[in-house]
């Protein structure tokens, strides 16, 4: 790593040190957006492993989401599991069911695919509503338990924020290690055109599996982290509008780019805030930017030409002539 790239870590690690300290002294309403950047920046990666490295066009996000937020808050209500157990659990059944979703839908594409998808998401949400004895349907599930470490309960917005942004950075270095090793390749191979993919030995049905498999698996950990932040779980919290959201994150961001869907979770989080001012027209404010970015920057703020392809570093300047 060289100086330059060295220094510029290590000061964006410091502003992220001390950011809550400043933000307490600002407003502690800010110190929540923070914490939902950090939620909704896993959502967009794990998204982004779907939509944008593996191709398939996915609008039913939120539903891991969900999925991970009651999988999580049911074993901590009902059965008493710690937070720390909860949420690996919560994200292997998030991913569970995002192998289940993908075994009958890999064999389509395009929008097919994402009708599909919808109608998984719409489906989770009115299980969430009607299943009462458990869900407690439109109720929701309150009296979560917050985490607590070594007998210390997780009281405050810095603590959860340390905990987020522990699991960002981890659901980034995890993402980035697989898009970046022959298995992303695979899967970007397999986006741009599947039949030459299978003539040099990929084999569809085993990538388009895992991308789905790993996009709930970091969907789910972000959907635990939800439920005992909040302490309170509801189907109102995932709906069609939530996937939809994440997917503008990752068109706004760029696709096949974790710095990027970091980048549109930052900017689709604070920018209703920002507009909060002239909120009868933020909605459309906000499409139009949308709509522009798509015309005039397809590929997002920092999008997949930002890539580095040739990240092992065997072939340097000059080698291989």
Known sequence: MSLRKTTAVGAAAAVLIVLPLVLQQVNDYWMHIVIMIGIFSILS???????????????????????????AALLMIHFQVSFWIALPAAAVIAGFFGFL???????LRGDYLGIVTLGFGEIVRLIFVNWVDVTRGPMGLPGIPAPTLFGYTFSGKTEFYYLILALALLTFFVIHRIVHSGVGLSLMTLREDETLAQSIGIRPNKYKLLAFTVGAFFAGIAGAFW????????PDAFRYLDSVNILAMVILGGSASLPGSVLGAVILVLAPELLRYMSDYRMMLLGLAIVLMMIFKPTGFWGEKHRKYNFYGMVRKGEGK
């Open 45 to 71: 990666m794990s998204l982004n492993v779907i939509i944008g490295y593996a191709g398939q066009f996915a609008l039913g996000h939120a539903a891991f989401y969900g999925i991970g937020a009651y999988s």
């Open 101 to 107: 979703l993908g075994t009958p839908v890999i064999r």
């Open 227 to 234: 439920a005992s932040y909040i302490s309170f779980v509801s």
